[in-house]
């Protein structure tokens, strides 16, 4: 199976400062059609994980552009550009290049 | 509105069996895979099983392999997940969520095996 590592695993952060997150995955996570399946997900407390990244770079429909998603081949970030208080929650990468589809172990965010 | 609900959690002993339903609105079912993903009490999401548009190919995670089993109603827009045998690990929130990428999830049925 594809272990996705990220770091940290917690983040504690101030109001209006950026925040970013790891994420590596222990194989390559290109496919054969030249895509990469890699996903980032926001699950508030309480909440089911939300989608807010896919294929990397792309924003889901309704996502702030302060969340920004990069990377290649098995090293990827996610960046938020300055945190707000409703961002607080724990971030999961995923990828779905390989199967079964793993995700990463969490991210805590949290206000200092 | 795009939305996912899942149903028939509860509380079962070891060995015992549960059926989970997820009723799906807002958008062709059978046009798209579906998932089921579980998440243990205070741990990260975890891939348990998928099947595609028509029901014809599904696949699972080696853990419950076996043991459940994936299907849908495409004419009730239902997806469920029959699960046999289950043991104290599979206590967790099931998740139903839409396509390879997980774009859409439901609010979860919490299961937990426990005597």
């Known amino acids: 199976d594809v272990v996705m590592t990220q770091s940290p695993l917690s983040l504690p952060v101030t109001l209006g400062q950026p925040a970013s997150i790891s994420c590596r995955s222990s194989?390559?996570?290109?496919?054969?059609?030249?895509?990469?399946?890699l996903n980032w997900f926001q699950q508030r407390p309480g909440q089911s994980p939300r989608r807010l990244i896919y294929?990397?770079?792309n924003r889901d429909s309704g996502v702030p552009d302060r969340f920004s998603g990069s990377g290649s081949g098995t090293d990827f970030t996610l960046k938020i550009s300055r945190v707000e208080a409703e961002d607080v929650g724990v971030y999961y990468c995923m990828q779905n290049t390989h199967w079964p589809r793993t995700f990463g172990q969490g991210t805590k965010v949290e206000i200092k | 509105e795009v939305q996912l609900v899942e149903s028939g959690g509860g509380l079962v002993q070891p060995g015992g069996t549960l059926r989970l339903s997820c009723a799906a609105s807002g958008f062709t079912f059978s046009s798209y895979w579906m998932n089921w993903v579980r998440q243990a009490p205070g741990k990260g999401p975890v891939w348990v099983s998928v099947?595609?548009?028509?029901?014809?190919?599904?696949s699972y995670a080696d853990s419950v392999k076996g043991r459940f089993t994936i299907s849908r109603d495409n004419a009730k827009n239902t997806l469920y997940l029959q699960m046999n045998s289950l043991r104290a690990e599979d206590t967790a929130v099931y998740y139903c969520a839409r396509d390879h990428a997980s774009d859409i999830w439901g609010q979860g049925t919490m299961v937990t095996v426990s005597s």
């Open positions: 194989q390559s996570l290109v496919y054969s059609d030249g895509n990469i399946y």
């Open positions: 294929k990397v770079s």
């Open positions: 099947i595609n548009g028509d029901g014809s190919t599904a």
